[in-house]
């Protein structure tokens, strides 16, 4: 597993990359009930929602720490908007850490895998939070933030197990145990 590491981490990028192309969050329209929806899905007696994917999401946010942070100098807007942009970019921290990890040629160094695992608790945690406050809507058509959790979830998992391995195959005094 360890000599295969690089491979999978890209593997794992990719995924990531499927699932941020998918659709995240509902683009809402006000379409009052008796109406139907031309465009997207009802999402509440008097909404409709367009999705919208992980890609336009993270622009969108992006873009808006620029404008927060001048606006916050002026006066008009609230911490709390510059602190959701900032969450947003925590949720895509773990692209750019795979992607720093794995054009890394020395795997020894356990500092930035150290980083990796916290950037991808961070952005578990996030998602769940963004799940449980009914940001999105657990309906099916929103895929892409689905399988971003679940591909963080995964590429936490394979990275402490990672981690493990080699704290033992360092502990071990048997030579044959570190060649496997």
Do not use: H
């Not at 578990?124 to 971003?148: C, D, H, N, P, R």
């Amino acid at each position: 597993m360890y000599e295969d590491l690089p491979e999978i981490r890209w593997g794992i990028l990719a995924l990531m990359m499927v699932a941020i192309i998918g659709p995240w969050f509902y683009e809402v329209i006000n379409v009052p009930s008796p109406n139907p929806c031309t465009e997207g899905t009802r999402i509440d007696d008097d909404f409709c929602g367009i999705p919208v994917s992980g890609l336009q999401v993270f622009a969108i946010f992006f873009m808006n720490i620029f404008s927060s942070v001048f606006w916050l100098v002026t006066g008009d807007v609230s911490m709390r908007e510059l602190l959701g942009s900032l969450g947003v970019i925590l949720f895509f921290l773990p692209i750019i850490s795979l992607l720093f990890l794995s054009l890394r040629r020395d795997n020894t160094n356990s500092k930035g895998e150290k980083f990796n695992i916290g950037v991808l608790l961070i952005a578990l945690i996030l998602g769940v939070l963004v799940t449980v406050s009914k940001i999105s809507a657990t309906s099916g058509e929103l895929w892409g933030l689905w399988f971003y959790k679940v591909t963080i979830f995964c590429a936490l998992v394979l990275e402490l197990m990672s981690m493990q391995t080699k704290r033992k195959m360092r502990n071990s005094p048997d030579k044959s145990v570190q060649t496997q």
